[in-house]
């Protein structure tokens, strides 16, 4: 269950509501990017306005599935298309937030974490004087679904942590039988 603050509730209920989306990407430098038309300063970080050349894909929460999501951003200048092919961003981390602004001053009230994931396909899309840069994440919990590869055998324990023996008789105890005493055992 989340807590939101009394002004929070409050901007909740206006129409229209004040709020935008943020993009953190963690590249080489980290790209601050929100889906706004203005730079906005948040947290100490500079958010760039996208100025509706950016968008993020539809996000759908599903109990049965984790589904990524795909980042695109058109008419980004062919000068900088060698900067985005130099930059390689699989493996990177990726945060979505929503931010929610008062509808007086505007000042960031509530910057709540909407979805987090890690950066897979690179995608360059050339057009007539500017390109389409466009990236798809795996949601962080993909790592859930995949399989434990671990053996959990005396040989991977020491490659992993050596000197540590903790697996070493695991191979004597395989087809042991072991019989606890019964609670009474312990009453006499």
């Known amino acids: ?15 229209p509501l004040p709020m935008t989306v943020l993009v953190e990407m963690d590249l080489t430098t980290t790209l ?9 300063v948040i947290g100490g970080n500079t958010y760039l ?5 950016g968008k993020v894909e539809a996000l759908r929460d599903t109990p049965a599935e984790i589904q990524g999501v795909r ?4 008419g980004v200048p062919v000068t900088q298309i060698a900067l985005a092919r130099s930059e ?3 493996g990177k981390a990726v945060r979505i937030k929503v931010c929610i602004f008062d509808p007086d001053t505007y000042q960031p009230l509530d910057v709540r974490l909407r979805w987090a994931g890690l ?7 050339d057009g007539p004087g500017s390109a389409t840069l466009t990236v798809t994440a ?8 995949r399989p434990v590869m671990s053996l959990y055998s005396d040989a991977e324990q020491r490659r992993l942590h050596p000197g540590d023996p903790s697996l070493q008789f695991m191979s004597d105890q395989v087809e042991m039988r072991i019989v606890w005493p019964s609670a009474s055992f312990a009453r006499r």
Do not use: C, W
């Not at 601050?32 to 906005?40: A, D, F, R, V």
């Not at 306005?49 to 050349?53: E, Q, R, V």
């Not at 980042?71 to 058109?74: D, G, L, Q, R």
């Open 1 to 15: 269950m989340r807590t939101l603050s009394i002004a929070t509730q409050a901007a909740l209920l206006r129409v």
């Open 32 to 40: 601050y990017l929100n889906m706004s038309p203005l730079n906005l």
């Open 49 to 53: 306005g996208t100025k509706k050349l």
């Open 71 to 74: 980042f695109e951003m058109s």
């Open 88 to 90: 390689r961003v699989q």
């Open 119 to 125: 950066l897979d396909v690179f995608a360059i899309e």
């Open 138 to 145: 795996e949601h962080a919990a993909i790592d859930l679904l």
